[in-house]
């Protein structure tokens, strides 16, 4: 079945490059998604990439799509402090509403 | 107008109330969506309306009740729920079933006393 597997926290330094990484199972997904969750809000859509590309960048977001190894990673450059956030990847099927999500990495900044 | 909108904010109830949790988009979008998610966890789907009719139920308990009035509405009725219910209710939409985006409002925060 679908699989899809995060870290579930990273730390870094404010300023510095953040990469958060995702692994999948089921390479015949359509759409891969970051989404960001900040305490006590809801879920905001920050980038998702086709899956016959492999890279897209968005300003300080860079996501890379490694089909081959089916990882996925979403680096955030100069990282802030208002970065700090749960940060889920999800998968897309063809035709299909449903998100299969990761458990969520905690991005934690230090000062 | 790029927003999901979901009121109330917040919500406490008894196990033996009855309340309403309203959710409105005016994106023009076909899908809609409740998600239930515990602290730390994904959201788990929960209900898809699509075109305003149910598409999906995902073995939700028949004390939560959906509703979709017309396009832009997504209700979620409640009632006799447990303590166990107790989560963060969001709503999403998106273009349609099969849309690949789906935008999410800020959610409830339910408490089930």
């Known amino acids: 079945g679908e699989d899809v597997e995060q870290s579930l926290f990273l730390s870094v330094r404010e300023g510095d490059s953040s990469v958060i990484n995702c692994t999948y199972t089921?390479?015949?997904?359509?759409?891969l998604y970051w989404y960001k969750q900040e305490p006590g809000a809801g879920l905001q859509l920050l980038t998702y990439i086709f899956s016959n590309m492999d890279m897209k960048q968005d300003q300080r977001l860079t996501v890379l799509l490694n089909k081959k190894d089916k990882h996925l990673s979403l680096r955030i450059a100069d990282t802030q402090t208002g970065d700090s956030a749960i940060y889920f990847c999800?998968?897309?099927?063809?035709?299909?509403?449903?998100?299969?999500w990761g458990a969520g990495t905690k991005l934690i900044i230090k000062p | 107008d790029t927003e999901v909108t979901q009121t109330p904010k917040h919500l406490v109830m008894g196990m033996t109330n009855k309340k309403s949790l309203k959710c409105e988009q005016h994106?023009?979008?076909?899908?809609m969506y409740w998600y239930k998610q515990k602290a730390k966890k994904p959201p788990e789907l929960m209900f898809v309306y699509s075109y305003e009719k149910l598409s999906i139920n995902e073995s939700v308990p028949s004390r939560f009740s959906p509703e979709c009035p017309n396009s832009s509405l997504l209700n979620l009725h409640l009632h006799a729920l447990q303590p166990e219910d107790s989560a963060l209710y969001l709503c999403a939409s998106s273009q349609d079933e099969g849309g690949n985006e789906q935008f999410f409002g800020p959610g409830t925060r339910l408490t089930v006393l």
């Open positions: 994106m023009g979008h076909r899908a």
């Open positions: 089921d390479s015949s997904s359509t759409y």
């Open positions: 999800a998968e897309s099927f063809d035709s299909n509403y449903q998100l299969i």
